[in-house]
């Protein structure tokens, strides 16, 4: 896909009860007992991975649905701006939308833990502080004061540091860029000195083109290499401490989502289930094959971040997330949960994945 193109494509509930109020959900048009939603997006509607990602699901809804709930997807800027999607279902002006929440902590910073914490959990982590750690309960409780219920959408892995016009070889190097970075990692940076800018995907390329900022961090090398940060930054930098497995969301009208029989909402759910693993595979794949490409067609330079530097990130990345914790009762029930599940999945991922992956980098033959 052509950054070109990547730009310009940025650029039902049957008939409610009385007891619901004619405002606490949109009114879809219905014909034949069908409904017919409106989905908005964070992103371009054709855009690999996120754009058609959402379109799966619409679809996959309506074959499951037997054609009864029709979705028409709106990629960002096309009915609503791009991190306006919250607002649109929340007021009831779209049925659903496809998004990520950490573009939300304006409304409530809470909304972090449910994408992505800085040194936090990855995605398998996350997915699984969601199902059986309390998480789903505790976005419900959230999420629900504002009108909207929340459904988790796929990890999209740990993403990489970013992408810089010079090496970043000390932590004083960081003082005084402008650089795109949203949630809390964004927060960590600002500690360090750094100018944060929040930017939807498609006005990224353009700024760093024009020196609006020094540096980025998109997802991965699959994403990156899309929207063609190599062209004006060399220097590519890991690991993504920022975001050790960022989770996208879904999230539907409260007052819609009540209205529906317990088979419509499990039909919503299991959609959603189903495009998470697909999505996580085409991330995982992809970015494997745009790594390759990266460096040996396009001469980026692969960095990484120094221990030490790591470390004191860490330990900054710490306060911060306490300090959102303690915002208000709903953030700190929200933290004490998720740093209760993040001290248990330490110890675990300390004898498996991490154990099993130290044991995989040993010198020895396999193939």
């Not at 004619?22 to 690999?48: D, H, Q, R, T, Y």
């Not at 096309?78 to 002006?93: M, W």
């Not at 004191?312 to 933290?335: C, E, F, L, W």
Request: glycine fraction near 12%; aromatic fraction near 12%; proline fraction near 4%.
């Amino acid at each position: 896909m052509k950054r070109r193109a990547f730009i310009k494509g940025a650029t039902a509930a049957g008939v409610a009860t009385a007891a619901v109020a004619a405002s606490s959900f949109p009114k879809p048009a219905i014909a034949a007992g069908m409904k017919e939603w409106k989905m908005v997006m964070s992103w371009p509607l054709n855009l690999p991975g996120l754009g058609t990602s959402g379109q799966r699901v619409a679809r996959r809804i309506g074959k499951l649905s037997d054609g009864k709930i029709k979705i028409k997807v709106y990629g960002g800027g096309e009915l609503v701006p791009a991190l306006q999607a919250f607002d649109a279902v929340s007021k009831g002006d779209a049925e659903m939308y496809m998004s990520a929440e950490y573009y939300y902590q304006g409304k409530h910073k809470a909304f972090n833990f449910f994408t992505a914490v800085p040194y936090g959990l990855t995605g398998a982590e996350t997915y699984s502080w969601m199902r059986y750690g309390g998480g789903q309960e505790l976005w419900d409780e959230l999420s629900g004061q504002f009108n909207l219920k929340g459904l988790l959408g796929a990890p999209t892995g740990v993403q990489m540091g970013g992408w810089y016009r010079k090496e970043i070889n000390s932590l004083d190097d960081f003082k005084g860029l402008k650089f795109r970075m949203p949630g809390i990692g964004g927060e960590v940076l600002r500690e360090l000195g750094v100018a944060v800018i929040n930017l939807p995907g498609a006005e990224v390329f353009p700024a760093l083109q024009a020196g609006t900022i020094d540096g980025t961090e998109w997802v991965g090398p699959w994403f990156d290499m899309m929207l063609g940060f190599y062209k004006v930054a060399k220097y590519y930098y890991h690991p993504g401490f920022h975001e050790p497995g960022t989770s996208g969301s879904f999230a539907i009208n409260k007052g819609l989502w009540d209205s529906l029989t317990k088979d419509e909402q499990l039909i919503i759910e299991v959609a959603i289930q189903a495009e998470a693993q697909i999505q996580g595979a085409e991330f995982n794949a992809r970015n494997l094959a745009s790594l390759d490409v990266l460096m040996k067609k396009h001469g980026v330079q692969l960095r990484q971040y120094s221990n030490e530097m790591l470390t004191k990130i860490g330990t900054i990345a710490g306060q911060v997330v306490a300090d959102i914790g303690n915002t208000d009762a709903t953030s700190k029930k929200v933290y004490d949960s998720y740093i209760a599940y993040r001290k248990q999945a330490l110890s675990w991922a300390k004898l498996s994945e991490q154990g099993y992956m130290n044991a995989r980098m040993l010198p020895f033959k396999y193939a």
